[in-house]
């Protein structure tokens, strides 16, 4: 195995919770970054229901647009 080092901001430091951390394994780090991405896009993706209303819908009605979309992409 190869080290290598990484400077970090000291932000991003924060973000990732790494302000004891001297060493971690590279996929450790790349774990962290994809379940802040994965975070982000969750927000943005319920900013996004509430603004055009589809937080509104019910699990029928989830359904309903889940089976006509599939209908859809099956013609």
């Known amino acids: ?4 080092t990484i400077k ?3 932000k991003d430091v924060s ?3 790494l302000e004891k951390t001297s060493s971690m394994d590279f996929g450790d780090l790349v774990d962290k970054i ?3 991405f994965a975070k982000q ?3 943005n993706a319920q900013t996004i229901a509430k603004k055009t209303g ?3 819908l019910s699990p029928e009605e989830i359904d309903l647009e889940i ?3 599939r209908d ?3 013609s």
Request: cysteine-free.
């Open 15 to 17: 973000r990732y919770n």
């Open 8 to 10: 970090v901001d000291s």
């Open 72 to 74: 859809e992409s099956h």
């Open 67 to 69: 089976k006509a979309i």
């Open 54 to 56: 589809l937080s509104n």
């Open 1 to 4: 195995m190869k080290t290598i």
């Open 34 to 36: 994809t379940q802040d």
């Open 41 to 43: 896009a969750l927000k």
